[in-house]
């Protein structure tokens, strides 16, 4: 098997409650992840696309963050509803979701 | 600041002693990645590459593993003394450490 044609990077860094940053794993994160694995493997996409979680991926404010590469997208506030969206569209279709596109803002 | 010019992701996945998957964190990658953290900070890298810590990246067998985004690149066996080739000849040069990428192998 080769390298994979996509990477999909998923953000599940956690912090203590009430810190200031908050954290993507507080946004419920690693339930986006356990569903988007599950719709790789429906879809045959689970040989093609390697799922991965990440640390922080330094846009807290906009979690749950997801990238996707070797596209250099990532989305912010990613709701398990546009899971679906983001498998027909983009890994499949190879058009990223645009209106999940993260903004150009500062690293955090 | 736009999306990251790179990004580069250090496998830190831990599995307890005996595993017999083993883990890039046993093979001491989160050492690689406080050194790469200053590297990048030193060659004034660190505003163009985002740097991440990443759980499996499943190749275990050929730890610690980095890859390299946008570029789809991934290494194995990656030392602290790798570090500031890697930093030169791909994160400065665009060009891939070729000793150091990952065999096309399966996917663990």
């Known amino acids: ?5 996509r990477q999909v990077l ?3 860094n956690s912090r203590p409650p009430g810190n200031p940053k908050g ?3 507080q946004s419920g994160s690693q339930t986006l992840f356990d569903r988007l694995k599950t719709l790789l493997t429906d879809r ?3 040989r093609r696309v390697m799922l991965n979680r990440t640390y ?3 846009h807290c404010s906009r979690g749950p963050v997801i990238a996707v590469q070797p596209d250099n997208v990532f989305y912010a506030g990613v709701e398990a509803a546009d899971l679906d ?3 027909a569209e983009h890994l499949e279709g ?3 979701v645009e209106r999940l596109v993260m903004p150009d803002i500062p690293w955090e």
Chains 1, 2 share one sequence.
């Open 1 to 5: 098997m080769p390298k994979p044609e």
């Open 10 to 12: 998923v953000c599940v």
């Open 23 to 25: 954290s993507c794993a």
């Open 44 to 46: 045959g996409l689970d």
């Open 56 to 58: 922080c991926l330094k």
């Open 85 to 87: 969206e983001i498998c």
């Open 94 to 96: 190879g058009k990223p």
